[in-house]
């Protein structure tokens, strides 16, 4: 947009001329190693592109599944109790996470946000873009569609969900 400008070419003596111009000063490393950035964001990587897998079906395919999606729209909790204990590599019990999300349902109607959380867990493991958009969106505007397509992306990773996380291939 902006030509590219270099300070040291002819045009910019007066700058340097300038009473309030100051010289900026680095000091040299001499050869000491500059600090690695313990934490880096996942969408800066060094080597200019990002690694990341594709979810194995899309959001709105919940009939490639007819059975889940059955259950998930008449009973999300125990969907998403089988995804969050797969996701938890089996610490608290799918009636458990089933029981919560159940409460929180019927209670506040707003366990998407819940349900939200378990889905960047999800993608955090298997290294899933976080698509087509925010997880707490897609949890909050698709509800059932967002829990079987976990459901289904576990399922294709070798999980049997119908007995636990004992189960992985």
Known sequence: M???VNEHDEVYPAHHSHPNYVIPVVPPSYGTPQPIQPYAPPYITTSGSVNTHRWSTGLCRCLDDPGSCFVTCFCPCVTFGLIAEIIDKGNTTCTCHGAIYGTLLSLTG??????????SKLRAQ?????APCMDCLVHFCCETCALCQEYRELKNRGFDLSIGNISNL
Do not use: F, G, T, V
């Open 2 to 4: 902006y030509p590219i």
């Open 126 to 130: 298997y290294n899933l873009p976080e």
């Open 110 to 119: 707003l366990a998407c946000l819940y349900s939200c959380y378990y889905r």
